[in-house]
C-alpha cells in the first residue's frame, strides 16, 4: 500500500506562484511513476507533470517552462513548483503513483487563481 498526503494549495493571482508538496508512504519501493493531476470544474482529470523512477520527467504543454516537479533523493516527498500561475490553472491537484501492481490518489488540494 502507498500513502499520498498533498498540501500546498490556496488562493493565488494571476502571476503569483505556488509549490505543492506530496507526502508519499508505505511501500515506496512499489513505485515506479510518480505525478501530479488536476481537475477543473466540469472538466476530466489531466495529467500535469510526472516523473519516472529514474528521474525522466514529462509535463503537459500548457504547464511546460512555468511548472516544475521534483522529489526529494528519499523519494518521500513529490513538489510541483508552479509560477506565473493563471486562472485557467485553477483546479484540484492530485498527487499519482503509478504502483507495480495498482495506481494511488491523494484526496487532492484546490488551487484557485485570480485574475
Known amino acids: 500500500q502507498v500513502q499520498l498526503v498533498e498540501s500546498g494549495g490556496g488562493l493565488v493571482q494571476a502571476g503569483g506562484s505556488l509549490r505543492l508538496s506530496c507526502a508519499v508512504s508505505g511501500s515506496i519501493n512499489s513505485i515506479n511513476d510518480l505525478g501530479w493531476y488536476r481537475q477543473a470544474p466540469g472538466k476530466q482529470r489531466e495529467l500535469v507533470a510526472a516523473i519516472a523512477r529514474r528521474g525522466t520527467t514529462t509535463y503537459a504543454d500548457s504547464v511546460k517552462g512555468r511548472f516544475t516537479i521534483s522529489r526529494d533523493n528519499a523519494k518521500t516527498t513529490l513538489y510541483l513548483q508552479m509560477n506565473s500561475l493563471k486562472p485557467e490553472d485553477t483546479a484540484v491537484y492530485y498527487c499519482?503513483?503509478?504502483?507495480?501492481?495498482?495506481?494511488?490518489w491523494g484526496k487532492g488540494t484546490l488551487v484557485t487563481v485570480s485574475s
Open positions: 499519482h503513483a503509478d504502483g507495480i501492481l495498482r495506481d494511488y
